[in-house]
Nanobody, 123 residues
């Protein structure tokens, strides 16, 4: 069983930055794949980024490439999502996810989800 807790969301002006944090417990992040999804009001959940347990593979959604960066600290069992050049359309609830085997863009295969953290980008 994996428990995930996100933090770092908030209100930021367009063009600004935020860093989201996901702390995992129950399993080491070096053993599982961890990712981020987001869901804006009235929209489906959207893939943001993911990293494999080995750290050798990192993927980003097309809408965030070049602006967001995923990193991790295995000693703290924590994954970070650095979000730069934020836009109004980045406004959403951001979820940290984990899975033993899956590491990609589809929502359904991810087994573990955090409760989410709200990010609001104002114009």
């Amino acid at each position: 069983q994996v428990e995930l807790v996100e933090s770092g969301g908030g209100l930021v002006q367009a063009g600004g930055s935020l860093r989201l944090t996901c702390v995992a417990s129950g399993r080491m992040i070096s053993e599982i794949n961890v990712g981020w999804f987001r869901q804006a009001p009235g929209k489906e959940r959207e893939f943001v980024a993911s990293i494999t347990g080995s750290g050798s593979g990192i993927w980003y959604g097309d809408d965030v490439k070049g602006r967001f960066a995923l990193s991790r600290d295995t000693a703290k069992n924590t994954v970070y999502l650095q979000m730069n050049s934020l836009k109004a359309e980045d406004t959403a609830v951001y979820y940290c996810v984990a899975d033993d085997f899956y590491a990609y863009v589809d929502t359904n295969p991810w087994d573990y989800w955090g409760p989410g953290t709200q990010v609001t980008v104002s114009l």
